[in-house]
């Protein structure tokens, strides 16, 4: 297992919700668990997601399907996630 924090600008968070929560069960069926859900103190368009997921691997494949890509972009969100993916060492 691999934690993972996605963070990323968003135009409007109520309509990146939609969409974020749309796509639930789908992570749920691949194993992925949201850990966390945030946004900025100070900017609640920028948007942080920590995630645990069964390897790096599947959470690339995950995040590189085209038909996410897409829900992504029509989300909303403004330009690439910065994604960390962490192994636990203690």
């Not at 949201?34 to 920590?50: A, E, H, Q, R, W």
């Amino acid at each position: 297992m691999v934690k993972v924090i996605v963070q990323h600008e968003v135009e409007d968070f109520a309509k990146w919700k939609k969409v974020f929560d749309a796509d639930k069960p789908n992570l749920k069926k691949a194993g992925v668990k949201l850990k966390g859900l945030y946004t900025s103190f100070n900017k609640p368009n920028d948007v942080t997601m920590i995630f645990k997921a069964p390897s790096a691997e599947l959470f690339d494949k995950i995040m590189s399907d085209p038909e996410r890509q897409k829900a992504i972009e029509n989300a909303g969100v403004i330009g690439g996630p910065k994604v960390s993916i962490l192994n636990k060492v203690k």
